[in-house]
């Protein structure tokens, strides 16, 4: 692991305040320092600025001053001078540098072929005693070359750039220090809500029932919007803890009856000596008992199946086809009832999952025929693309064709109360409807629809009932 990766590692393991108000705190220290740095610079540049008008005025006087062999000219505080020859024999000084060569050999030889010699002596930080700014020239004075070396003592400038750094230093840090305090406040505040959603997480972790997270009514910022969308979920697995409850306790009852009566049918059988017709319908009671508990274990086995879109695998299929198909094992039912049984389907060809479809509307028809009276009607069509004009600029929406299938009997209808849980697990009508088979049917039929990525109602037409499949195809 690099260091880059390292360090990334480790920062991600703290704490979010602790990492909001690191990032704040780097924020503000590269803010301070650039800030700082340009009011340095800028001071700075006009100190220098103004030093260096006075150097240069005093070089010019000190130029004119051993041109004309006259005594050197009075300068700005704290100003120094000195002449020398090319060889670097002091001519002419003031006192404090008299014995002090200001320039180097290189410097010299530099200076006397005629080119400007600039420097600072002594330096800011570290403090240095006689820090100077220099500049050296030659100039011709009767017909001699002479180097002439003009210095100002940087000493008051110098102390005003060491006094803007420290209070700099200490504007930045007071204000570092203030703006991570205030970064850690905000976050800590900001985050306090969060703190309290896990809290109360963990609460729903430990088993607690019926938990709701407290979200402010008059807000609408980023951690109010999570709260409510936490609470939407909670209510969503509420929901579905109560369901899987609900499941449980029904699918125990479902399970026990067959059971039951197994157990109760060997028990006769082995309480005293059977002839061979009663164990055969023994067995046959037994058969069927079994049989009951292999179709819920299917159907339930099924819905589990279905619970995502990702088991539908559509395919081209005759629409006619399937229908007729799905209808074909119940007309010896009907026609042993008497009842009609027809089938209205188009011609076209869908997109769908025949493995699922096909079962699902003979589970349709096989509760009709059950549950209802007179002729059962299966109707198929599909219905085109939709386009749709709005004012100003036309703009066409297309939605793709949509299978709707409809099964419809002359019965005495669902009861009302039936209608909102109709398509519920193990739901049954039992105003109107015996209590024969498992009351999965209808719950196929919608689990189905909805893995098919469209939907399915039950209805009273008046003339009976009826339930409608609405599919994209």
Partial sequence: MTRSAGLRARFGRLPVVSRLVLAVAITMSLVLSGTAGLVYWRVQTALDRQLHDDLAAYRHSLDRAVRADAAPPPGPSGSLYQVLDTRGRVLAASDAVRHRPLLSAAELDSAAHGHTVRRDVGSLLPITPDTLRLQARRVRAGGQSRVVVAAVRRGHRDEALRELLAQLAFASVLTLIAASFVGYRTARAALRPVERYRIGAATLADGAQNLRLDVPADRDDEITRLGHTLNRMLDRLEASAVRERRFVADASHELRTPLALLRAELD???????????????????????????????????????????????????????????????????????????????????EVDARWLRPAIGNLVDNALRHAEGPV??????????????????????????????????????????????????????????????????????????????????ENTGRGAAVVLDLPC
């Fill in 377 to 458: 009607r299966v109707t198929a069509e599909v219905r085109g693309p939709v386009t749709a004009e709005v004012r100003g600029p036309v703009t066409a929406e297309v939605r793709g064709p949509r299978l709707r299938l409809v099964v419809a009997d002359e019965g005495p209808g669902f009861p009302p109360e039936f209608l909102p849980r109709a398509f519920d697990r193990f739901a049954r009508a039992e105003a109107s409807r015996t209590s024969e088979g498992s009351g999965l049917g209808l719950a196929f039929v919608h689990a189905v629809a909805t893995a098919h990525g469209g939907s399915a109602r039950a």
């Fill in 268 to 350: 006769v059988a082995l309480h005293r000596p059977r002839s061979a017709e009663e164990l055969t319908g023994t067995l046959r009671a037994v058969e069927g008992e079994v049989q009951r508990l292999i179709d819920l274990s299917n159907a339930l086995l099924a819905l589990e199946e279905l619970g995502g879109t990702d088991h539908v695998v559509r395919a081209p299929v005759r629409l006619a086809d399937l229908v007729e198909a799905a209808v074909a094992p119940h007309l010896r039912t009907a026609g042993r009832d008497g009842r009609a049984l027809t089938v209205d389907a188009a011609g076209t060809t869908v």
